[in-house]
């Protein structure tokens, strides 16, 4: 019974809800975080976009149950492929997340076409776009830019030109980043897509975004925000420290993981979310 808990657990992949927390954005850069509806708002916005998620993350697992068995790590971490969850089993919670997702439409028609959007995207790639180089890149930053639509979908408020296009370069970078490590740590063997690259062209593309990613975020401080300029050298320390545990740690295959296990990186992200807080906070 505690192996199949854990086992439900694993599949739905809660760790990795972290990555919705780019639903909230639009709540904090809005300055619309004191007041309590669109707090509320938000809040149900990340955990119907964190259902959504788990969904994509069971069918990729059922997609890639054959591939995870042959994979030394995949095979005991995977809980169909180890042999904890059923097919038929995790058939039948993909069903019942998809009629959570479904208790979207009550909430907003927006925000339930963003997460379509996005499950239609994951479905594209899990059969498709992973395999066609560049456009596995863009796709995962894609899913960063839909995040964001929906949340501000969720509490209806405009959408920042200049943090959408900032949300895809970085994402684009930590996607770059993830294909990198990849590459270095199992060669061609994880992905068919990774003999399409090789380490210095995709370096060349963590770089490019991640210079597009530092400029758009200055110019969206410059021109919005401009007492959010001190949080730019937080943004170049994240940056610095990210390449440094990519190149001395030999991580970044994870982005999640770096966050949970960095303590740096965890200071600088506690630090750029006061400097925010501060400087956004409703006057008067």
């Not at 788990?54 to 492929?81: F, G, M």
């Not at 943090?163 to 740590?185: C, F, G, H, P, W």
């Not at 991580?251 to 993981?257: A, H, K, L």
Request: proline letters at 5%; one cysteine or more; aromatic letters at 14%.
């Amino acid at each position: 019974m505690t192996s199949q808990i854990h086992g439900f657990i694993a599949l739905l992949r809660p760790k990795h809800w972290i990555k919705n927390v780019v639903v909230l954005l639009p709540l904090f850069f809005s300055s619309s975080f004191l007041d309590r509806s669109a707090v509320l708002d938000a809040l149900l916005g990340f955990i119907f976009f964190s259902l959504s998620a788990s969904s994509v993350y069971v069918v990729n697992d059922l997609v890639d149950v054959e591939r995870d068995r042959q994979h030394p790590i995949k095979r005991q971490k995977r809980p169909i492929a180890a042999g904890i969850i059923s097919p038929p089993t995790a058939i039948a919670i993909l069903v019942v997340l998809y009629i959570f997702v479904g208790l979207s439409y009550f909430f907003s028609m927006k925000f339930m076409i963003a997460i379509l959007g996005y499950m239609a995207l994951n479905l594209a790639y899990s059969f498709y776009l992973k395999h066609q180089p560049i456009l596995d890149i863009f796709t995962v930053a894609a899913g960063f830019m839909l995040r964001i639509y929906a949340g501000a979908q969720a509490i209806d408020v405009p959408l920042s030109s200049w943090m959408l296009i900032t949300a895809l370069s970085l994402s684009l970078y930590l996607a770059s980043v993830k294909r990198l490590q990849e590459i270095r740590l199992q060669g061609t063997k994880g992905r068919d897509v990774l003999s399409n690259y090789s380490p210095r062209l995709v370096e060349r593309y963590a770089e490019f975004s991640a210079i597009s990613a530092l400029v758009f975020y200055s110019l969206y401080c410059l021109t919005e925000h401009e007492g959010l300029i001190l949080t730019i050298p937080l943004a170049l320390f994240g940056m610095f420290r990210y390449w440094f545990l990519v190149d001395q740690e030999s991580q970044g295959e994870s982005p999640v993981d770096v966050v949970y296990t960095d303590i740096p990186m965890q200071i600088t992200l506690i630090a750029w979310i006061v400097f925010i807080l501060v400087e956004l906070w409703p006057k008067g």
